[in-house]
C-alpha cells in the first residue's frame, strides 16, 4: 500500500510506464528488512529489456526487478534511492519523504 501520493501521482507513473517510458514514483513505506528506510521508489517501465539497461548504469541487477505486479519496477531504498534520484535530477520526490519525516522528530 503506498502512502503519502495522491491517486492522480498514481494513475501518472502508471500512465508513463504504459506509454514506454521510465517512470518513477516515492512514497511512503516501512519493512523490517530495511530498518531506516521509510519511504521506496519504484523505478518502472513497461519493457523489461530497456528497464534492465537503465538500472545497469547505477549497478542495479536485473535479478532485482519486481515482476510481481503489471507495471515491472525496481524498489528503491536508503542511499541507493537518494542517490540515483539525485543523478536522475529528481531529489526532490524523495526530499518531500525526508523533510516531513525530519519534522515529526
Known sequence: MAFGITRDELVQWKSKIQQGEIAFL?????????????????VGAQDIYQLAKWGEQYGLKKQWIDRKESYPHFDLFGEWQEKILRLEGIEDQYAKFVEKKDRTL
Not at 516515492?26 to 519504484?42: A, E, I, L, N, Q
Open 26 to 42: 516515492t512514497h511512503y513505506w516501512m519493512d523490517p528488512r530495511f530498518p531506516g528506510s521509510t519511504s521506496v521508489t519504484k
